[in-house]
Every structure is written in C-alpha cells, then in structure tokens.
C-alpha cells in the first residue's frame, strides 16, 4: 500500500479502512488500494458535515409556493415545433440518458436498460430509447450524439448490451458511455464501512452525478467539438418518452429557459414525483420524500392539490448551462440504510435495520441556478409510465399496458379499428408518431393486428 495513501486515510480519520490488510492477498491488496484512490475526501468531508448537523434532509421548506407551470396551446405548440425541427436539423441536440442507478425495487439482474419491455418482442427499453433517437436522426437529417451514463455495477455489461444488440441501429460513433462516480457510506460516527474484510461498501453518487461526470470524463468537451446547444435528459425506466421532441425544445428554446422540466398533474397526493416549487420568485424542487404530508394533501377550494404537479425527470438544458454547473458543488443528500458491514473479527453481517448513511447528488438540485427555468404541463398518458416496481403501480404490466394504450390511440387518430384486446407495438423507428404512422399508411402499410410487431 503506498505510504501516502496511508496517511490520507490515518489523517481523514479512516485508518480502520486497513485494519484487515495483512490478511489480504496481493490481488485483494491493489483492489483496496484503487478503491482508496477513488475516494474524494472533500466529498466526504462534506457527508461528515452533514451527518454531524444532526439534519436528515438539507431541504428548507420555508416559503415555498407552487412553480408556475406553462399550459401551451395548440398553436403554440405547433410554432414551438418549429423551432424545435430546426434546432435538430442544425445537429446541435444530443441525448443524455441516465441509466446508472441500481433499480433495486425492480430486482432485476442485468442494467435496468436491458429490462425486457416490448409487449410482443420483449425488446429491452434501450431499445424504445435508441431506436426513437434513431427515427429523429433520419428525420431531420442530423445526427444525434447519445450519452449514457452508467456505473461501475452496470457499464461492461451496458456496453456488451449495445454490442450484442447492434447499437440499435444507431452508429456506434454516436453513442458514448461515461461512469458516474461511486461514493462509499458512512457509519453514524462519519467512518467509512467495509462490506469484506478488504473492500468498501460503494455506491453510485446518486443522478446529479452526471454533472461531474461529464466533465472528467470528457462528455462535455465532446459535446463542445460537436456544436451541441440543446442537451435532452431523461431516465432509463420510462419507454413512452417523447426522445427529443421538437416541441418540448423550441418551447425551451422560445422561452429563453437554461432549463426546462415536463411535468404532469400527480396521480394522487402521495405519488412519488418531484416537487415544482418556487421560492421567492426562483424555482425548485423538492423531493417527495422530504415534502410532509400536510403539504401533499393540501387542495384548492376547487379540489385540485395545491402543489399538483410533479416532474418526471424529463428536462432539457442548454449546454452552456450544464458546462457552467459541471464546474460546481452540488448539495448532498444523505438516506439512513442497511449496509452489509464486516465485525470486528472480519465476519459479513447483514444488519436488518438501517445502520448506516447512504450519500447522493440528485439533478434538479441544478434548478435554482438556472437564469430562466421553464416548466411546461403535459398529458402523462403519453409520456410517463415508469418501470420502478416488480409488481403493482409503475410495473412492467402497468407500462406494457400504457405502451399498446397510445399505440393503440395513435392508430386510431389514424383511422384504423384496432380490434378489442389486440396487443399492439410499434417499432419507433417505423413510426414515430401518429404523422409518422399516417405517412406509413398512406405509403400501403397495411397492419394486421395478429401479434405481429410494426417494424
Ligand atoms: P431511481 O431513483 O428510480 O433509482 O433512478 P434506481 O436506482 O433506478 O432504482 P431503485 O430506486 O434502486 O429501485 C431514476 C433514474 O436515475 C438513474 C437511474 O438509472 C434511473 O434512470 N440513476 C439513479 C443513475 O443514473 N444513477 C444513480 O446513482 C441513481
């Protein structure tokens, strides 16, 4: 073990971390000594601060107020599109798509990315994702970087994924994968947990990660050479995003917003979506699990909740913005967990209550910074339905039903009869849209609803 290394660890109060050293064999040694080398002590330091303010969550809720939300028309919309298809025609959007996190409540074993979705093909949902940005690439004649950032859990096998898979059709020169950061957790005295007798207990450093890992690992300085100006975010468990859509970026646009957040009515009061509020005039969000229920329940006389909207972690940045705060400190958030550790002879216990503190940077924390934020209401029906629970609400069964339900709109805008109960899917890459459908009608596609993908 360098000597160095050493002493950081003995001066930041984290000699125990080698306490099992001599037991270690020279592979198990390097692997600690690299997980040393990772570790950002200022970080820490700040998580320590944290843990010793006695304060679980850093949110203030003072002065809050719901955020003014954008209801746009129809023929704002339309004008906004504009816009939009020429921002993508101009090759200045790219994708970023977070896809990192550990989808724990899932339980599945593999990136969440790879999760078979495709009601009739089983196609994973970095299919729905890639193959939408392909469909926009083709129809404006651009291209359209992907980033997809991972973790150490998930990167090899998220790659291989997109090997095996072709790239979706995408060119593999347009799609760039970059690892967040990993943060260890902390007991309650501040000191670092083993979960074996030479390792650290790591996790990923939570979505807002993906600031500081654009910028050492070179996402920024690519999206630079590539003119990029509009960067379209979203998460990895939602198929029925709009990827990129000319609408929500020349809403943006038009708006003069660094940033902009899709948001839709909440389901109920307890669902688990971000908080839009504003304070003072600047807008925020807060998290769900730290908005008290008193807050959730509250209704206008007219029945409505009075902080009725909630964000689905669908936004857009102007790159300018998202280079300036990469340069930036985010808050931290810190979650009581149960974390394997080893005992003091080096034996594994799995605590079965929460015994330690779980550390993370959350993305909207970006909000108050930008100079124009924009958040703008739309239909969750055909936008949002997440992959977040093996069973019950926001389930695979849940967002295959919602799949084939706009699928099954977007046939009927055209005209077609879709037969009761006819499971339906569409490759995005054969249409799109409802226009994009009626385009493929129009051309002879003739669909037959007898289980057959429309690919
Ligand atoms: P979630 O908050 O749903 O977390 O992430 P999760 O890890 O996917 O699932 P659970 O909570 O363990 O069940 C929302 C989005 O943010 C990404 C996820 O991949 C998902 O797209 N994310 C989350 C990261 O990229 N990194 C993280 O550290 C956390």
Redesign the pocket.
Known sequence: MQEKLCDTLKREGQGHVLRFMDGLDDAGKAALEAQIASLDFAAIDRMKALLASGRTSSVDLNGLEPAPVAEPDESARAKAAKRGEEELRAGCVAVAL?????????GFDGP?GSYPIGPISSKPLFHFHARKILAMSRRYGADIPFYI?T?ETNDAATRAHFEENGFFGLKPENVRFFK?GMWPALDPDGRIILDAPGHIFMS????G?ILSAMKSQGVIDDMAARGISTVFYF???NPMVEVASPEFIGLHLLAGAEMSIKVCAKRDPQEGLGMVVSRRGRCEMVEYSDFPDDLKNRRRENGDLYYKFGSV?IHIFSFDFLRREAEAAMPIHVAHKKIPFVDEAGAVVKPDKPNGYKF?KFIFDVIPEAKNVLNVAFDRAEEFSPV?NAEGNDSPATCRRDLVAKWRRWFNECGVNVPDGAVIEIDPAFANSPKELMARLIGGFVPVFDGRVFE
Do not use: F, I, T
């Open positions: 977070v896809a990192g996190g550990q989808g724990s409540r899932l969440k950032m973790s967040q990923p450093d939570g979505h990660g998460q990895v468990d972690a993370e977040k």
